[in-house]
């Protein structure tokens, strides 16, 4: 590895599995000190040992959690990764209030929450936040009704922290992930599966045929995003949507349910 982020402390939540783990252990790899912060139990103890990075556990939902998991950066903090996220399968017309209040507190108020404990560090020295996003909050879907909303907030979110901090040397950036090979999206892929009477791996077999590339990522690719905005390379880019979803951005009959 070329060394982009030797010296530099980054915060990751999410870090247990997916892509955040990915992230985790490609920013270590390219000489990050990582904070790994997330309810993984011992997927997350494991990601820290591998990255030689330090476990944070706890629930980006609670203040109190990621109050922990900022001070466990010792006042050095260069670069927050917003990779926790949970998708709960609704519709408009049934969402039932849980369902949409838990989406937007994981994958929307739990960011905001990471950055807002972030920024006062941050802005010691400038830095950089990458919020990991989804195509979803650009494409319709009749079962996604929370998750897409939620995302679509954390763009929003994104775009905020980059106009307001940016004079402060923060850069705030998304990456809009299509699908990923990660237990989220193996999830769907049984509960399609459930619905139409086939197998997880059909659902994925049907899924590619739609996408340019003809498959679907692996985290590390996501990772390779992650790491782009965070380092210097992208010292020019703020307030943008890195979309990495392998050509599939199409309407409605992209998602899987």
């Known amino acids: 590895m070329s060394g982009k982020l030797t010296g530099r402390t980054a915060l990751i939540s999410g870090a247990a599995t997916g892509m955040g783990r990915s992230t985790a252990m490609r920013f270590a790899n390219e000489g990050a000190h990582v904070i790994l912060f997330g309810l993984g139990g011992p997927d997350l103890d494991e990601a820290a040992a591998l990255t030689g990075g330090t476990a944070i556990h706890g629930d980006v ?25 949970i998708i709960l399968l609704d519709e408009p017309e049934t969402v039932s209030d849980e369902s949409w209040e838990k989406s937007f507190a994981v994958n929307l108020t739990g960011a905001m929450k990471v950055c807002r404990a972030a920024l006062p560090l941050l802005k010691r020295q400038g830095g950089a936040i990458v919020n990991i996003a989804s195509v979803a909050a650009f494409n319709a879907s009749p079962a996604n009704a929370a998750y897409a909303a939620s995302k679509a907030g954390l763009v929003s979110l994104t775009r905020t922290l980059a106009y307001a901090h940016g004079a402060d040397g923060i850069r705030a950036n998304a990456v809009a992930p ?23 791996e059909d659902e994925f077999t049907q899924l590619t045929s739609r996408i340019a590339l003809k498959r679907v990522a692996e985290p590390d690719e996501i990772a390779a995003c992650c790491l782009f905005l965070a380092s210097d390379d992208a010292s020019f880019v703020t307030g943008t949507v890195l979309v990495a979803d392998g050509g599939g951005r199409s309407p409605t009959q992209n998602r899987a349910v």
């Open 61 to 85: 939902t609670q203040s109190s959690n990621v109050e922990r998991a900022v001070d466990a950066c010792d006042g050095r903090l260069d670069i927050v990764v917003n990779a926790a996220g």
């Open 178 to 200: 299509g699908w990923v090979r990660t237990p989220m999206s193996e999830y769907e892929m049984v509960e399609a599966a459930r619905a139409n009477g086939t197998t997880p």
